[in-house]
C-alpha cells in the first residue's frame, strides 16, 4: 500500500488541527519563558483576574486565590503526550477582600483563605467543588502597607496554622515591638478553637519576628522545618551613602518546628533596625560577608556588633529586590523551589523567574555565606523588559505526579513545569537544574507532537 504525497500531508494537517482543537496551545502576549535543560514548561491557563496563592486539593483540583475578586477552582485533564488544559473553571468563593493566602486542613475537608485582616474557613467538597459555613479563625491583622498573609497547614502537626504577617510600611518602627504583631509569623492550634477567634497580635505561638515581609512560608517534609523567605527593604543606605542598588539580600530564614521544640523559634531576624548584606562592597565593611546582618546607620546602641550578636541571620542569602514571595519542597526533600517576582528598586530588574535550591537532611546544602544556593529553572527571555514585558511568578503548587504549577499575577497566567515531559514528571530527581536556562518554555504542543507521530507511522506506511 502507498499513499500519494498529497494524501499524506492532508491526513498529517487533518489530524494534527483535529488534536490542537483538543488541546490548544496558549500563547502569552510576551516573549516565551526559557527554561533549564530538562525542564518543560507551557502554559494552561489565562485571563484570569491577579492569581496569587494556589493549591492543589484531594481530588486534583486546583484552587487558585484571585485578589480583589476571591477563589477558583480548575478541574485539569491530562490528554495524551503530556497535553494538560483547563477543564472547568468553577468560582468557588465571590470575596474581593481575599488576596493572597490559601491552604487546607490534612483531611482536605476545610479550606482556609486570608484576606489583609482575617482568616477564614469554609467547609469544603473538593467533588463538588462547594463551600459552605463561612467563619473567622483569626482577626486582628490589618496594618496596611504589605496586605498578604501567607497561611500554611503543617503536615507534620495536623490543625496548626502557620500565618505570616508583614510590615505597614517600607521601614516599620511598629516591628520593633513585639507586642505590635507586626513582621512576625505565628502558628495557631486550630484544634481547639470551638468557635472562638484568635487575635493575631496577642495570642499564637511566635515563630519569628523582625521579619520584613515573609511572604513564603514553607514546611520541610522530612524533618517538619519551617523556612520562610522574606523580602528585605528598598532604598537603603550605609552610613549616609546609597547602597540600594544591590542591598539589602533577600532571605532564606529558618525558625524550627512546630512539635514543642524551641530550637531557633520566636527569634527577632533583625527588621527594622539590622538586614542582610548581599553585595559586600560597602562602606565600613569591615569583616561583614554575605548574610551578615548588619545596621544601615549605626549608633550607641545599634551597630553591626548588635546585629551580629543580637539578632537572628538568614540561613541564605539572594540577590537585592528579587521578591521571594513562595516557597515550595519536593516531597523527598532534595529540592526546594522559589518564586522569585522581581524586583522594581534596581536600574537593572532582577528575579522574574523560579529557582531551585538544594536540601539535604532539612537544610539547605549551600553555606550561609553562598552566592550561588539558587539555580533557575524558568526565566524570562529579557529582563530588561520586566515588568511590563514578563510573566512575574507568585504562587507554587505540586500535584501528584510531581509538576510545578506556578501563578502569574500580572499576567493572569498559570503555567506547568516538570522535568521530563508533562506527563512523566520526576519528582524525586535529585539532579540540579542547569544554572543557564537553554530550551525555549513554548514546547511542543500536543498538537505538533501528534503530528510528529503521524508522521512517522504514515511514513512507514507510504514504504510499504
Not at 477567634?197 to 511566635?206: A, F, K, P, R, T
Not at 524525586?428 to 498538537?447: E, F, I, M, R, V
Amino acid at each position: 500500500m502507498k499513499l500519494l504525497p498529497s494524501t499524506f500531508l492532508s491526513l498529517v494537517l487533518w489530524l494534527g488541527s483535529s488534536a490542537a482543537a483538543n488541546c490548544p496551545a496558549l500563547q502569552a502576549s510576551y516573549p516565551a519563558p526559557v527554561v533549564s535543560d530538562g525542564w518543560n514548561a507551557t502554559l494552561i491557563a489565562q485571563d484570569l483576574d491577579s492569581p496569587r496563592g494556589i493549591l492543589f486539593d484531594n481530588a486534583g483540583g486546583l484552587l487558585v486565590v484571585q485578589r480583589r475578586s476571591g477563589i477558583v477552582h480548575l478541574a485539569l485533564e491530562d490528554g495524551d503526550n503530556g497535553c494538560v488544559r483547563v477543564s472547568k473553571q468553577t468560582n468557588l468563593i465571590d470575596q474581593d477582600s481575599l488576596n493572597h493566602g490559601i491552604t487546607l486542613s490534612e483531611d482536605g475537608k476545610t479550606l482556609y483563605a486570608s484576606s489583609s485582616d482575617e482568616v477564614y474557613s469554609w467547609s469544603y467538597d473538593a467533588s463538588g467543588p462547594s463551600v459552605t459555613d463561612r467563619t473567622t479563625v483569626v482577626s486582628g491583622m490589618d496594618s496596611g502597607g504589605h496586605t498578604s498573609r501567607t497561611l500554611l497547614m503543617s503536615k507534620k502537626e495536623p490543625g496548626i496554622l502557620v500565618i505570616s504577617r508583614g510590615s505597614s510600611s517600607n521601614f516599620d518602627s511598629q516591628a520593633q515591638r513585639i507586642s505590635s504583631g507586626i513582621s512576625q509569623i505565628k502558628a495557631f492550634d486550630l484544634t481547639n478553637l470551638r468557635g472562638s477567634v484568635y487575635d493575631y497580635s496577642s495570642q499564637g505561638i511566635l515563630l519569628g519576628w523582625g521579619l520584613r515581609n515573609s511572604v513564603g512560608v514553607a514546611e520541610e517534609p522530612l524533618t517538619g522545618a519551617i523556612y520562610s523567605v522574606e523580602n528585605s527593604a528598598d532604598e537603603i543606605r550605609r552610613d549616609g551613602v546609597d547602597i540600594h542598588e544591590d542591598n539589602p539580600g533577600e532571605e532564606m530564614n529558618f525558625h524550627g518546628y512546630l512539635n514543642g521544640s524551641t530550637t531557633d523559634q520566636g527569634g527577632n531576624y533583625g527588621y527594622p533596625d539590622c538586614l542582610a548584606l548581599w553585595d559586600t562592597n560597602v562602606p565600613n565593611a569591615g569583616s561583614l560577608s554575605v548574610g551578615s546582618q548588619f545596621s544601615g546607620n549605626q549608633n550607641s546602641s545599634i551597630d553591626d556588633e548588635f546585629c551580629a550578636t543580637q539578632r537572628v541571620p538568614p540561613r541564605l542569602t539572594f540577590q537585592a529586590h528579587m521578591a521571594p514571595l513562595d516557597i515550595i519542597f519536593l516531597p523527598n526533600g532534595t529540592e526546594a523551589y522559589v518564586s522569585f517576582h522581581g524586583s522594581w528598586d534596581r536600574t537593572d530588574p532582577a528575579g522574574y523567574k523560579i529557582s531551585a535550591i538544594a536540601f539535604n537532611n532539612g537544610s539547605p546544602v549551600a553555606a550561609p555565606d553562598s552566592t550561588t544556593s539558587t539555580k533557575d529553572i524558568m526565566t524570562n527571555q529579557d529582563n530588561s523588559q520586566c515588568p511590563d514585558s514578563c510573566f512575574r511568578p507568585v504562587g507554587l503548587a505540586l500535584d501528584s505526579n510531581g509538576r510545578i504549577f506556578m501563578s502569574s499575577d500580572s499576567t493572569g497566567e498559570i503555567y506547568i513545569l516538570a522535568k521530563g515531559s508533562l506527563s512523566t514528571a520526576t519528582p524525586t530527581d535529585t539532579s540540579s537544574p542547569s544554572p543557564s536556562p537553554t530550551k525555549g518554555a513554548a514546547q511542543l504542543s500536543y498538537a505538533t507532537c501528534t503530528s510528529l507521530w503521524i508522521l512517522s507511522i504514515l511514513g512507514v506506511v507510504m514504504l510499504l
